[in-house]
C-alpha cells in the first residue's frame, strides 16, 4: 500500500509540474516573441486552413499578386498567380503583425 501511495504521489508532482511548465510557456507566448527553435525545418508549399478564407484578393495593379488569409489568421502571398506562396506574418509572434 505504501509503494502505491508513492508512486501516486510521484505521478501527481509530476503533472502539476508538466501544467505548471505549460502555462508559464504559454503566458510568455502572451507577453513576448518567443523564437521557433531552427532544430526542426519546416516547409509550407502553400496556404493552409480548416476550409475557408476570410480573405483573398488581387493587387489592382500588379498582375499575379495575390494575398490570402484562412481562417486561422495566418496570412499569405503569391507573386505568381498562386504556384507559389510564401507567409507574410510572423510565425514566431502573435499573427497581429506582418513580416
Known sequence: MKVKKIILLTILV???????????FF???????????????WE???PGNAGFANLLRY???????????PDMW?????????KKWYGITD????AEFFI
Request: proline content about 4%; overall charge positive.
Open 27 to 41: 503566458n510568455k507566448l502572451k507577453t513576448r516573441r518567443v523564437a521557433s527553435s531552427k532544430e526542426v525545418f
Open 59 to 69: 493587387h489592382p495593379t500588379l498582375p499575379g499578386v495575390i494575398t490570402q488569409c
Open 91 to 94: 510565425s514566431d509572434g502573435d
Open 44 to 46: 509550407q508549399v502553400g
Open 74 to 82: 495566418n496570412a499569405y502571398q503569391s507573386e505568381n498567380n498562386g
Open 14 to 24: 509530476l503533472v502539476t509540474s508538466v501544467g505548471n511548465a505549460q502555462t508559464s
